[in-house]
């Protein structure tokens, strides 16, 4: 310990004999380090912190799919539900849930909140406990049993201001009150975003509903089952339950997924991808320490050979060095956690939280706990022996007489240390090189998605979602909700500030959406389970030219259109083309109906295709009818304003709020915002891997300005002997120059060769671009080569100035 002592204040000293040599190893270890750190929090928190549940490894959600018909992961019927909790042995438990949307009134104004429907032992094979009271009873599960409620911890206390007593109390949801039984803990939130639950309550007689797919199943494997083997299981299962009900089931598959994958939803791709390309930043940053380093250990072979010929040997030398290096990488360990730590709001800023075609989970806290802490240790600790070691291989190779028995101010470097000298710079932009390109092809991506058209206008367009309350506008009695969405609308166009006023149902980017079977008149009739379908879109008549959304044939909705007139309807373009091509279809007609009982609509017009879905996603087929002639619970007010939408929420509000004073909103958003939310994690990616990148040119570039400093000064005397013997200053630069070029050109291939394979990891980010475009690949290349060669000519300008008088005595 006295020696170790001895070792780190000579190594302070040392170290403070050379400040600037000192700072810039620092700060570039604390940028290596300082973004691996930043990342890995990041990656931490959404992929690796433990979920809050009961061995949370073996708990699966347990989805629907089917293929024939492009469906993807979906929730399914009671009557698959009721056949798999009987027959799915591979499983130790199983529990359903269906979303559901609620109104809390009473205590302040109305307010919903997104809730889920569990089913009364859900929380159990989950594995959750509640923080105060209790969850769900199977006699609370059941029709007609009491109205029940858990509530989440942050509505608890927003809400209800935290009161320790709610256990008990009731609330108001809608009109019906409800008894609050229990609250969870700040950490339990599943699903995402959901803040009240309730019991699911199925009747009896829904394990023979196989029809409406409503729910969403969670599993517990059985001990000792695979996800493999239960797979092959349900697979088992599914072709059997396809067999015996072929109309509801045909072409029925099913998917398991593990809950942690699902938590972490789209962004774990993302964030590996991030992940992995900080750490290229943190190897370029050791390579050029390493340099520096071997420069630095150069002029200190006298001090060594001296040290040793005092008595020192060569393993106090060595844990000498390795000292001074853990010192660097200690200061750049704590610079670098700094900066992370500062970066945390940032970080935060930049993830999309409320973007529902974005399965995302929601980050509002970055914490720094001991795995972050531990990741920051290690990555100094790797940077220590990154290039630690480096300079060891040459400083401990010299013996003292060999040493002292040299007359120059340091030693000249070796060939095989001047290769791997010039090996570190190569790999430096040869890894710059490949960052810079997927970056690249990242920028290029979103470039092209945010100039793609959404279908429709969202500049200066406010909507506000707003579920009126079936109770209080029931599907019996149509004309009170028709009476609400017209006297809103009136109020909303007298609002000073707006330009015009709509509502339609499913609001575009929101992930609400509802498809409505249908088939053609004229066309043969498909088989039961199979018609086509199209998402159900009411609207109102402006809602078109409030939205900016084209109307490409026929007319658009008139107050004439009616409850007691025809029925009419507009299609999407792509309907239109599905089922008629290049025809016109004004005037065919679409059966909502049964074929024995039809319900005839008439197409009266052909709208512009909407990407309801973000940018990136394909239009679905629209079918759009009127509020007037369809009952729909569930309004979004959409108001284009003559400035700023948000200077017209509080007046809109209180223009709703004039008709229905117990109306809440779901949410009131800014169209603008929501279009550019919906590729926030596009601009994420294409932000973070630029800023990576960059850091990265800027690290490779100091590192071939450091090589070639230190060659040109090196061969100052023989720059020295060549001026002298007639050589010119131009000779003088290219040569160097040429030194340079052979670094850039090695570095530049053998990085051209790894972005060809490391591209294609990143193919399913990128967007209307191939991973090898040869666009990207040579625009990097210029960028990478101009940069490395404005840090190449500096040196060799500096060579051509060298006064040959001068260089001729150089030691």
């Not at 060595?318 to 001074?324: G, K, P, S, Y």
């Not at 209180?654 to 004073?661: E, K, Q, R, S, Y």
């Amino acid at each position: 310990m006295e020696n170790f002592m001895q070792d780190v204040r000579f190594g302070f000293r040392m170290l403070a004999k050379s400040p600037v040599f000192t700072a810039i190893a620092v700060i570039t270890l604390a940028l290596g380090i300082g973004a691996n750190t930043a990342i890995f929090s990041v990656v931490n928190t959404v992929l690796l912190a433990r979920l809050p549940y009961r061995e949370p490894n073996r708990l699966v959600m347990v989805w629907g799919s089917n293929q024939q018909q492009g469906e993807g992961n979906s929730p399914v019927s009671p009557g698959v539900f009721a056949a798999w909790t009987a027959e799915a042995h591979v499983f130790e438990e199983m529990a359903a849930s269906s979303d559901n949307f609620v109104t809390i009134n009473g205590a302040g104004d109305p307010e919903m909140v997104s809730g889920y429907d569990f089913s009364a032992d859900y929380f159990h094979v989950i594995g959750a406990k509640p923080e105060l009271g209790r969850v769900f009873l199977s006699e609370e599960d059941r029709p007609g049993g009491p109205n029940v409620t858990v509530l989440s911890d942050r509505l608890w206390r927003r809400r209800f201001h935290a009161d320790p007593n709610i256990i008990g109390k009731s609330i108001n949801l809608g009109q019906t009150p409800f008894t609050v039984v229990g609250v969870m803990p700040p950490t339990f939130r599943y699903p995402d975003k959901v803040e009240i639950w309730t019991p699911l309550a199925l009747p009896p007689s829904s394990s023979t509903n196989w029809e409406d797919r409503t729910l969403r199943v969670l599993a517990r494997l059985a001990p000792g089952v695979t996800l493999e083997q239960a797979q092959a299981q349900m697979n088992l299962l599914s072709q059997r339950l396809a067999a015996e009900h072929p109309d509801t089931n045909r072409g029925e598959g099913v998917v398991l997924q593990p809950l942690p994958e699902v938590i972490a939803g789209d962004i774990r791709q993302p964030l590996l991808v991030l992940l992995g390309s900080v750490g290229f930043v943190l190897l370029i940053a050791c390579a050029n320490v390493a340099n520096l380093q071997l420069a630095r250990s150069a002029r200190r072979e006298r001090e060594f050979a001296i040290r040793t010929a005092l008595g020192a040997d060569r393993m106090r030398l060595v844990r000498q060095m390795l000292t001074e290096s853990a010192l660097l990488s200690s200061g750049g360990g704590v610079v670098g956690l700094l900066l992370a730590l500062w970066s945390r709001r940032f970080l935060i800023a930049l993830f999309p939280n409320n973007v529902a075609n974005l399965n995302i989970p929601t980050v509002e806290a970055i914490p720094v706990d001991g795995r972050v802490l531990g990741f920051t240790l290690a990555a100094t600790l790797v940077t220590t022996v990154l290039f630690g070691f480096v300079p060891l291989l040459r400083s401990s190779r010299w013996g003292a007489s060999q040493m002292l028995n040299k007359t120059g101010r340091s030693g000249t470097p070796s060939v095989s240390e001047q290769r791997f000298r010039s090996a570190l710079v190569v790999a430096e932009i040869a890894l710059s090189f490949a960052l810079l390109i997927g970056a690249g092809l990242l920028i290029k991506s979103f470039t092209l998605l945010s100039r793609r058209d959404l279908g429709f206008r969202p500049d200066r367009v406010l909507a506000l979602e707003a579920f009126p309350s079936p109770a209080q506008y029931p599907a019996k009695a149509p004309e009170k909700l028709r009476a609400f969405v017209d006297r809103s609308i009136e109020n909303l166009r007298s609002t000073p500030g707006v330009e015009s006023v709509a509502a339609i149902n499913y609001l575009p980017l929101t992930g609400f959406w509802g498809p409505r079977d249908f088939t053609v008149e004229g066309l043969p009739l498909p088989r039961k389970g199979e018609e086509p379908s199209a998402d159900n879109r009411v609207i109102t008549p402006d809602y078109f030219s409030t939205m900016g959304i084209p109307l490409l044939r026929g007319r658009t909705f008139s107050s004439t259109d009616g409850p007691d007139a025809p029925h009419v309807a507009i299609v999407s373009a792509s309907l239109a083309h599905r089922f008629w091509k290049d025809e016109n279809p004004i005037g065919r007609r679409l059966n909502l109906g049964e074929p024995d009982k039809p319900e005839w609509w008439e197409i009266v017009g052909v709208a512009g295709d909407v990407r309801s879905f973000g940018i990136e996603e394909t239009p679905h087929d629209d079918l759009y009818r009127l509020f007037a002639q369809v009952y729909f619970p569930l309004v979004s007010f959409t108001v284009r304003t003559k400035g700023e939408p948000a200077g017209v929420i509080p007046a809109a509000k209180a223009a709703i709020w004039a008709v229905d004073p117990q109306q809440p909103f779901y949410k009131v958003v800014i169209m603008d915002a929501l279009a550019a939310e919906s590729i926030a994690l596009r601009r994420v990616n294409m932000l973070l891997l630029g800023m990576f990148s960059a850091i990265a040119l800027a690290l490779a570039a100091v590192g071939v300005y450091g090589v070639l400093s230190y060659a040109v000064a090196l061969r100052t005397h023989e720059m020295g002997v060549r001026l002298a013997l007639g050589a010119q200053p131009g000779n003088l630069l290219w040569l160097v120059l040429g030194d340079g070029a052979r670094l850039i050109l090695l570095g530049v291939g053998i990085g051209l060769a790894a972005s060809f394979a490391l591209t294609r990891l990143m193919a399913s980010l990128l967007y209307g671009v191939a991973s090898n475009d040869p666009l990207t690949f040579a625009g990097s290349l210029i960028v990478v080569v101009a940069a490395a060669l404005a840090a190449s000519y500096i040196p060799a300008r500096r060579a051509t100035t060298v006064d040959p008088m001068v260089a001729l005595r150089y030691e």
